[in-house]
């Protein structure tokens, strides 16, 4: 294997590593906001005592994506390519531009603290970097889901629709806090996560 594609590979790794890692960091700061209803993006808004810890996650994994999608060995498919940058760019806006308060906390609202209700530049920014980081690790999971399809027999090519399927249900809990729209996040998330290191997996093997 290159030193160029073994590169390749660590970089997916750890990125993808560091992504999830805030669900293990809000487990160890003892959850201050309930993780069934409490979007992964609030624990970096600007009110919250341990944001940089989120933020910074999402600032070295951006990185770490971007560094990932410039360094793919030559026969790596454009898409790949293009939509780990993308990815990687949006989730570091992702961290630049983070929420005035957690927008799933009727009771953390400036309105309902005595505040005046307006927002930031940065809290509507977030939506926007957050819909690009979503189209684009849609892009991701179907050049996976190209790569597999034609494999007969095997779970493996359902992998990148089951990562997809996941992003549209947590779209729709979205509409209310009954369907958990934080537990669905954090599944997708661990689910794209899977999906990169076993990317990552698949390019080691074919390069043996």
């Known amino acids: 294997m290159s030193t160029r594609r073994r590169l390749y590979s660590r970089l997916i790794d ?14 160890l700061l003892g959850w201050k906001l309930d993780p069934r209803f409490t979007l992964l993006s609030e624990l970096a808004a600007k009110d919250r005592e341990h944001r940089r810890i989120f933020q910074s996650s999402d600032l070295i994994a951006g990185s770490l994506f971007v560094a ?17 940058k993308i990815f990687g760019i949006a989730t570091i806006a992702d961290a630049l531009s983070p929420l005035d308060y957690p927008i799933s906390h009727d009771h953390l609202r400036p309105e309902a603290q005595g505040y005046p209700g307006h927002r930031t530049l940065s809290h509507y920014s977030h939506y926007l970097t957050t819909t690009v980081a979503g189209v684009a690790a849609t892009g991701v999971c179907l050049h996976d889901w ?45 689910g794209f996560t899977l999906l990169c290191w076993e990317i990552a997996r698949h390019d080691k093997q074919v390069a043996r």
């Open 14 to 27: 750890g990125a993808a590593l560091i992504y999830s890692s805030g669900i293990l960091s809000e487990a």
């Open 68 to 84: 990932a999608g410039a360094t793919a060995p030559a026969h790596a498919p454009v898409l790949l390519r293009t939509c780990l």
């Open 146 to 190: 190209q790569a597999h399809r034609f494999q007969k027999g095997s779970l493996r090519k359902f992998a990148g629709p089951a990562v997809i399927a996941a992003q549209v249900a947590g779209i729709a809990s979205l509409s209310s806090e009954k369907l958990l729209p934080g537990a669905v996040q954090r599944i997708q998330t661990l």
